[in-house]
């Protein structure tokens, strides 16, 4: 056994090209809080760090935009125009006004769903990030703060995430908002509050792999959201293709892009493999979920209606680059989160467990990816060693449904658990299941095209399609779940659609 023990570790320190790794794996501690303090705030607060994510977990902080006192004063890294900046009473001597203009603006929701987030950028520092507010007009004001940062590519251009959290929001409500500074504002935008309540029945709009270039869907999803048919967005990784080309400006283009759907409902993203450049630091910079400061939204979990959801990061388990140490942080997190959606209190408010990350476990394209494979990474874990697959913990916890993109195409499948179908029965194959349900949806357009399909499935795949489109999602109860696959190449057409339905919500039993 000991030796086993010692030919497993020996290979996983060959795959691993960092010895580090090791010792951070071994030395992991959930509870030290400075392994994650990546992103802080700028110029209103002491705590200014930029942190280089083009370094590996076990790189030496980087001198060149880090402060080594937390507590520094240290403004080295300012130019005197951004000095003068941060001093309100003369807000507009020495800067364009024309890169003080909030842009990109878009939402999410914060520590519970009664706050909203507000984030936009600007290409120059701003004087207080502001929000004025409120349900009969903008009579409330709500400040925040800023983030620099610099874009990793040969100009290292900077640019400054403006943060504001909008804070007990009535439920249900129309709300209208714009933000900005004294040095410019955005055009006014709306958006209607969520509701606590976990009787409440939210629909959602769900979908992957959308870029700038043949973006497909994107037409569809910013009417129906305008005509306000959506609660919330789930995009499931894959952004702009990519966010960090031409310097970043591809990126601030797809923001630019999905503000007419994520300046009006919560947005709400999951890393994919188009995100990794510099550590996924457009990704890290760009959004703010819930838990941001802990977690750099790669992985968090929020409420709404009688549903839990869980985002994961999916690319922890391909990018080793970058260390295990966020695979493991992520794993530890995941169990805690699920033991706790399971204790029955807590199950009995939110029976439903929704998790969405980018690659699936399984996948039946032609196109050789990881998910295509018998024993996929996130489903089995890290190669060789099997280690922090999800798949067990999941069917153990109970999830329910599983949402996943990266493949170009659309596929249902049938309730599997170790590529067998656990089917409610031969009639009613969603009622009841005794394993999870998964669902790919990463055909909302992009410059990659559809994907095609293996002629042979298998046993679990239920319905596929390669039309360009997205998934609109309605939780109706604590039994009742309803999923469609919208059609953007049959004009909105519905292709696919099922319910699941679940009398008890609870960890599976192996029959
Ligand atoms: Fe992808």
């Not at 010692?6 to 960092?18: N, P, R």
Request: hydrophobic share 30%; charged share 25%.
């Amino acid at each position: 056994m000991i030796i086993r023990q010692a030919i497993i570790l020996l290979i996983f320190i060959s795959f691993s090209s960092q010895r580090k790794t090791i010792d951070l794996l071994l030395s992991y501690n959930l509870e030290d809080p400075t392994r994650y303090q990546l992103k802080t705030s700028y110029g209103f607060d002491d705590s200014r760090k930029q942190h280089d994510y083009s370094k590996t977990d076990s790189d030496e902080p980087n001198t060149e935009n880090h402060f080594d006192d937390e507590n520094s004063t240290d403004e080295s890294s300012l130019n005197d125009e951004e000095l003068d900046l941060l001093q309100p009473e003369n807000p507009t001597e020495g800067i364009s006004v024309l890169y003080a203009q909030p842009e990109q603006i878009h939402l999410s929701i914060g520590t519970n769903v009664s706050t909203f987030v507000v984030t936009w950028q600007t290409m120059s520092p701003t004087p207080v990030p502001t929000c004025k507010y409120g349900r009969n007009g903008m009579i409330k004001i709500a400040t925040g703060d800023t983030t620099l940062f610099i874009d990793g590519g040969k100009e290292k251009l900077k640019r400054y995430i403006h943060k504001v959290q909008l804070e007990n929001l009535i439920p249900q409500q129309k709300y209208v908002y714009h933000c900005g500074s004294s040095l410019g504002w955005s055009e006014e935008f709306w958006f209607k509050s969520l509701d606590p309540s976990e009787s409440w029945a939210p629909t959602l709009a769900v979908y992957g792999d959308l870029g700038n270039i043949n973006g497909r869907s994107l037409p569809y999803l910013q009417e129906e959201t305008q005509r306000s048919r959506f609660d919330a967005i789930l995009h499931v990784g894959d952004f702009a293709y990519d966010m960090r080309d031409a310097e970043g400006e591809v990126g601030d283009q797809f923001m630019r892009q999905i503000e007419p759907i994520a300046a009006y409902v919560p947005y709400m993203v999951s890393p994919g493999n188009h995100e990794e450049a510099y550590n996924f630091s457009h990704y890290r910079y760009r959004f703010n979920m819930p838990n941001s400061e802990e977690t750099e939204n790669l992985f968090y979990e929020f409420k709404l209606g009688p549903v839990q959801f869980i985002s994961i990061n999916t690319e922890a388990y391909y990018f080793l680059e970058y260390g295990i140490k966020i695979v493991v942080k992520q794993y530890m997190w995941l169990v805690e989160v699920l033991k706790e959606a399971n204790k029955p209190e807590n199950r009995a408010r939110w029976p439903w467990i929704i998790t969405y990350g980018h690659r699936p476990m399984y996948c039946s394209d032609d196109d050789g990816d990881d998910c295509t494979k018998r024993s996929s990474r996130v489903r089995s874990g890290l190669p060789v060693v099997n280690w922090f697959g999800l798949e067990n913990l999941f069917y153990e916890s109970g999830v329910d449904l599983e949402i996943w993109a990266h493949e170009h195409s659309y596929e249902r499948l049938w309730p599997v658990y170790e590529h067998k179908v656990y089917n409610g029965s031969n009639s009613a194959p969603y009622v009841n299941p005794n394993a999870p349900v998964h669902v790919i949806s990463g055909s909302a357009g992009c410059q990659e095209n559809t994907d095609r399909f293996i002629k042979h499935p298998m046993a679990w795949s239920a319905f596929r399609n390669s039309d360009y489109g997205y998934a609109r999602l309605k939780i109706l109860n604590h039994t009742h779940l309803y999923m469609e696959q919208v059609s953007a190449e049959k004009e909105g057409d519905i292709i696919d659609s099922f319910w699941l339905i679940k009398d008890q919500h609870g960890p599976y039993s192996k029959k």
